[in-house]
């Protein structure tokens, strides 16, 4: 009953920016947090960043300081902006959000993000 849709991945240089976005729609009654998470073909999925309900963040030490997570404008949405992408940062980013009354995360579809050097 609950679907996560991202969007906002696509190619860019080492060194610029893209803003990624999720929304979390369906039968939702609190959200606990949100976050995202990436995976490389290969290697396992890993954290990235994650926003609580009370405001809190957290940070993989591989972007600190360079991507920062927000709420979205709409209800139940998030934000990752990401800045001086690096190529080690090229990756599949999922949504991730932890949902009251309900035992398991769910995830989106994912969004390719490709930064060349």
């Known amino acids: 009953q609950v679907q996560l849709v991202e969007s906002g991945g696509g190619s860019v240089q080492a060194g610029g920016s893209l803003r990624l976005s999720c929304a979390a729609s369906g039968t939702i009654f609190g959200v606990n947090a949100m976050g995202w998470y990436r995976q490389v073909p290969g290697k396992e999925r890993e954290f990235v960043a994650a926003l609580s309900s009370d405001g809190s963040t957290r940070y993989a030490d591989s972007v600190k300081g360079r991507f920062s997570i927000s709420r979205g404008n709409a209800k139940n949405s998030v934000y990752l902006h990401m800045n001086s992408l690096k190529p080690e940062d090229t990756a599949v980013y999922y949504c991730?959000?932890?949902?009251?009354?309900?035992?398991?995360?769910?995830w989106g579809q994912g969004t390719q993000v490709t930064v060349s050097s």
């Open positions: 991730n959000a932890d949902l009251s009354w309900y035992a398991n995360e769910y």
